[in-house]
């Protein structure tokens, strides 16, 4: 059902934790849904200097999580606002369909993350358009 | 990795069984030497029909039934789907009416839904916290326009034991036909359909250490049942197609082994369970057993464990070797955990937090140690990436 890289990336996830001192958090999903997806960035300049995250939910949750959370850790703001859920889907070697949403969770929790900065900064939300939990966004690839 | 992951501890037996040697043992004639059709007049067809004719005798007698009662077909979902279309069908005319419950397996819940397609009215009856149908509930429900009564004799998921008895005490009190599905139960709770008050039954072959895509259904004598296939004369011309004579032999030979000696059986395998159960709840905190404290199957253990999901439990302890079962929304592809778990009342965080651990006859105390060994680091793991997680509520330090 799952790539290798996806589940080497879920048994041995990277980034976890939580961060006492993060310049921004974003946490979206709900337990009724089954997943929850937490990420902590610290934030130096504009470049994202540390990243974790914290995560309730599958295989594919966790794994999704540590691969963005890996691959956004030195972006700029800008770039890791516009990593897709299918950047994340294709470094993962690929989801199976039903489990595409973990990705989206991802890069939705994210820009929940950079917002969360860019509001403690005072500076106005960037538009994260209408994402829903449970898979009800329209992902956009993968 | 731990050397028994060489090994798979196979702890998934709801889902379904090895078969055993004696059964293939038994099987084996039928492949290619005693491949006659049993339809077929000529004397080289003699075997083959007395190896359904004995296979026949079989599973009666495991259910104190009659021969001519039993129908085999290909499965636990195609005798549920006969069982239940068939007589609302044939019985039309004297009522549309349908009772079953919240928790039963999806072949009766999804041929109910196709009968309120087709204009039938359906009752779901709810359960206990324990997951229990209360035959009071079925009086209730109960209307004259009622025909059929289908209450799981025990469950899947969670092995909680139904009164089956007291449901269909009550269905007869009112007339109406009372079907159980007992595709998990046959091997472990005895079976006597006159005295459990039951009309039909359905079974599964594989559930009971014989061959998947074998089953059969009870039928008592005398219930109004349309056919389930149309064809040939077999089955007494309600099940038409040439018979699987190797899987109904099959078939036969498990359910004698499995009936033999039910009650040693539940001993010694609820002595591991029993085990199983003290462990995990002894050292895993934030952990709870569903289902029925001592109304259950002797194999089941179901466990929901706070603030993680099942599917990553799942895929954890494969890695170490364990095979086991989840009621987990993920682990299905649908976004809503188990209806059986939301249905005891459960919530939707502790539905998705669901570990099934089956046991079954290949099983050893070697086994149960060993997932005690592994199963609190798994937990303890995914609760260290869970958010959900409280400070300090991880694992219990275990010696």
Not at chain 1, 3 to 31: H, K, L, Q, W
Not at chain 2, 79 to 90: P, Q, R
Not at chain 2, 112 to 141: H, I, M, N
Not at chain 2, 282 to 290: E, F, K, M, V
């Amino acid at each position: 059902m799952y790539t290798e890289r996806v589940i080497a990336e879920f048994t041995n996830p990277e980034n976890v934790g939580e961060m006492a001192d993060a310049d921004g958090v974003g946490e979206v999903g709900s337990p009724t849904c089954g997943d929850i997806m937490k990420i902590y960035l610290k934030v130096e300049g504009d470049r994202i200097a540390d990243v974790r995250f914290q995560t309730f939910g599958c295989a594919a949750a966790i794994a999704s999580s540590s691969m963005a959370t890996r691959m956004i850790r030195g972006m700029t703001l800008a770039e890791a606002w516009s990593l897709s859920n299918g950047d994340v889907v294709e470094s993962l070697g690929g989801l199976p369909p039903a489990k595409v949403h973990c990705s989206v969770l991802a890069s939705d929790a994210i820009r929940a993350a950079i917002n969360d900065w860019r509001t403690r900064q005072g500076l106005p939300p960037w538009d994260a358009g209408s994402r829903g939990c449970c898979g009800e966004a329209e992902p956009e690839n993968g | 990795m731990n050397d028994q992951a060489d090994r798979p501890v196979y702890m998934d037996h709801a889902a379904t069984t090895f078969m055993k040697p004696e059964v293939l043992a038994a099987m084996a004639p039928y492949f290619s030497q005693y491949f006659g059709n049993p339809s077929s007049l000529y004397r080289f067809s003699g075997e083959p029909r007395k190896g359904v004719d004995a296979a026949r005798r079989q599973v009666a007698a495991a259910l104190g039934a009659n021969p001519e009662e039993i129908y085999f077909c290909a499965g636990g979902s195609e005798a549920d789907n006969w069982a239940i279309k068939g007589v609302a069908l044939a019985n039309r005319k004297r009522g549309d009416h349908i009772i079953t419950s919240a928790i039963e397996h999806h072949a009766v819940l999804h041929t109910c839904e196709w009968l309120k397609r087709q204009g039938f009215l359906v009752t779901y009856l709810p359960v206990d916290e324990f997951g229990r149908v209360d035959p009071g509930s079925v009086e209730e429900a109960i209307t004259d326009r009622t025909t059929l009564v289908s209450v799981m004799t025990a469950n899947n998921e969670i092995g909680t034991i139904q009164p089956v008895a007291e449901i269909g005490r009550v269905a007869h009190d009112h007339g109406a036909l009372f079907h159980t599905d007992a595709v998990q139960a046959v091997g472990a709770v005895p079976i006597d359909v006159d005295a459990m008050n039951i009309d039909l039954l359905s079974l599964s072959g594989h559930k009971f250490y014989g061959p998947k895509g074998t089953g059969a259904l009870y039928v008592r004598r005398g219930t109004r049942l349309e056919n389930l296939v149309h064809g040939g004369g077999q089955e007494r011309g309600r099940r038409a197609g040439t018979e699987n004579v190797p899987g109904i032999v099959g078939l036969g030979r498990a359910i004698e082994l499995a009936t033999a000696d039910i009650e040693g059986h539940n001993r010694r395998i609820a002595a591991m369970r029993d085990r199983l159960i003290r462990g995990v709840l002894g050292s895993i905190p934030d952990a709870r057993l569903n289902g029925h404290p001592t109304e259950r199957l002797a194999n089941n253990a179901n466990f929901s464990f706070r603030y993680v999901e099942g599917e990553s439990i799942l895929l954890l302890l494969d890695a170490q070797g364990i095979c086991a079962s989840t009621g987990s929304a993920c682990s299905s592809g649908s976004l809503e955990p188990s209806h059986v778990l939301l249905a005891t009342g459960l919530s939707h965080e502790e539905a998705h937090g669901s570990l099934r651990l089956t046991l079954g006859d290949a099983n050893t105390e070697d086994d149960v140690d060993y997932v005690l060994s592994v199963l609190p680091d798994v937990i303890g793991r995914l609760r260290r990436i869970s958010p959900l997680t409280p400070p300090g509520a991880g694992v219990r330090e275990v010696d």
